[in-house]
Nanobody
Framework: QVQLVESGGGLVQAGGSLRLSCAAS????????MGWFRQAPGKQRELVAV???????NVADSVKGRYTLSRDNAKNTISLQINSLKLEDTGVYYC???????????WGQGTQVTVSS
């Protein structure tokens, strides 16, 4: 079992910055990929950025240049720095962890990011 706890969401003005963090606990050595997904109002959950344990990252084209993903395997955390926030960044951001060898995946409870004009 893996538990994921997110932090860092909130209400931010357009053009501002925000940093989301996710801490994993439990069977952390079984985790391969960690990352972030976003669900905007009325839309499906979508991949934002993920990173494997060895540091290979996959970032959605729509956020490249503004979103920076970082992972600390020693602390079992993954963070998402969001700069130049836009209204369309609004949504619930979910931390995700994928277990090695097809062991399934886990989700955090989600953290709300709201960008105001």
């Amino acid at each position: 079992q893996v538990q994921l706890v997110e932090s860092g969401g909130g209400l931010v003005q357009a053009g501002g910055s925000l940093r989301l963090s996710c801490a994993a606990s439990g069977s952390i050595f079984s985790i391969n990929t960690m990352g972030w997904f976003r669900q905007a109002p009325g839309k499906q959950r979508e991949l934002v950025a993920v990173m494997t344990r060895n540091g290979t990252a996959n970032v959605a084209d729509s956020v490249k240049g503004r979103y920076t993903l970082s992972r600390d395997n020693a602390k079992n955390t993954i963070s998402l720095q969001i700069n130049s926030l836009k209204l369309e960044d609004t949504g619930v951001y979910y931390c995700n962890a994928v277990i090695r060898g097809g062991g399934g995946n886990y989700w955090g409870q989600g953290t709300q990011v709201t960008v105001s004009s």
